[in-house]
Nanobody, 121 residues
Framework: QVQLVESGGGLVQPGGSLRLSCAAS????????MGWYRQAPGKQRELVAS???????RYADSVKGRFTIARDNAKNTAYLQMNSLEPEDTATYYC???????????????WGKGTLVTVVS
């Protein structure tokens, strides 16, 4: 069974840092674009950062200069380094990725179950 598993969330004070990980597991032939989204209570899910298979990155304006997305293709894993965290960053963070399970099929988009990040004094 193919799945994305996030880890690294937790409670942190403003100005602190966290590193989220997203590992794709199961029978995987290839991994395309990977991304991190977040959803705060009462708000819509929004893109935080994304990275293509060629390492092209994109960030939400609210996190530029503070968050960095990276990937390790050998481990089918994406990371989100979050620095200078603010209370407004509090949300459940979801991993998203395009995964191919066989050579001849198109990639399918998958979501992880999310990891909670809480930034509070």
């Amino acid at each position: 069974q193919v799945q994305l598993v996030e880890s690294g969330g937790g409670l942190v004070q403003p100005g602190g840092s966290l590193r989220l990980s997203c590992a794709a597991s199961g029978r995987i032939f290839g991994v395309g674009s990977m991304g991190w989204y977040r959803q705060a209570p009462g708000k819509q899910r929004e893109l935080v950062a994304s990275i293509t298979s060629s390492d092209s990155t994109r960030y939400a304006d609210s996190v530029k200069g503070r968050f960095t997305i990276a990937r390790d293709n050998a481990k089918n894993t994406a990371y989100l380094q979050m620095n200078s965290l603010e209370p407004e960053d509090t949300a459940t963070y979801y991993c998203n990725a395009d995964l191919k399970t066989t050579e001849w099929e198109y990639a399918t988009n998958y979501w992880g179950k999310g990891t909670l990040v809480t930034v509070v004094s």
